[in-house]
T-cell receptor, first 112, second 117 residues
């Protein structure tokens, strides 16, 4: 079946540090890939997406590249801010399936 | 001008009670969803409706009954609440993935935190 595996958190960084959150997936066919972010006490917001191999999604300084050869969609940011502290979810949607399959989420804590 | 709204935001109730959570979207989407987020933040789909028809039911107990009176609303009714039902429930909506492009995005509501005592 379709699944998403994320690195376990929490990830603790100092402000301006480089961020990587690993995400790998298993899916039939060619899924679309997403990163969602959940700030404390809020719902999920779409951060970025990629729909085919080698696509790069980017938003708010975050980037992720759809790597079909390694079935990965790692999230990166060059310089994190305290306001980036949140839980980040990697997710996929497989063609023909009307649902998102989420990873377990990775909590990011950024200290000043 | 909230895109996806849910009520109530918090719901505290006792075991055995029946409760409902309402969801409305003003995005003109055809497809709506309910997700459950457990205490470890794990998110799992419960139901999906497309044009008021049930499409996905992910082995959710019969005590949970979604109802879609129209395309803009998807309510969740829960009978005989149990301690294990305590969670945050998220409603979401999207364009119909069968008619839109593959990269359909789901827009989430703010969540309803249900606590069963």
């Amino acid at each position: 079946g379709n699944s998403v595996t994320q690195m376990e958190g929490p990830v603790t960084l100092s402000e301006e540090a480089f961020l990587t959150i690993n995400c790998t997936y298993t899916a039939t066919g060619y899924p679309s890939l997403f990163w969602y972010v959940q700030y404390p006490g809020e719902g999920l917001q779409l951060l970025l997406k990629a729909t085919k191999a080698d696509d790069k999604g980017s938003n708010k300084g975050f980037e992720a590249t759809y790597r079909k050869e390694t079935t990965s969609f790692h999230l990166e940011k060059g310089s994190v801010q305290v306001s980036d502290s949140a839980v980040y979810f990697c997710a996929l949607s497989a063609l023909g399936f009307q649902k998102l399959v989420f990873g377990t989420g990775t909590r990011l804590l950024v200290s000043p | 001008d909230t895109a996806v709204s849910q009520t109530p935001k918090y719901l505290v109730t006792q075991m055995g009670n029946d409760k409902s959570i309402k969801c409305e979207q003003n995005l003109g989407h055809d497809t709506m969803y309910w997700y459950k987020q457990d205490s470890k933040k794990f998110l799992k789909i419960m139901f999906s409706y497309n044009n008021k028809e049930l499409i996905i039911n992910e082995t959710v107990p019969n005590r949970f009954s979604p109802k879609s009176p129209d395309k803009a609303h998807l309510n969740l009714h829960i009978n005989s609440l149990e301690l294990g039902d305590s969670a945050v429930y998220f409603c979401a909506s999207s364009q119909d993935p069968w008619t839109s492009d593959r990269s359909y995005e789901q827009y989430f509501g703010p969540g309803t935190r249900l606590t069963v005592t």
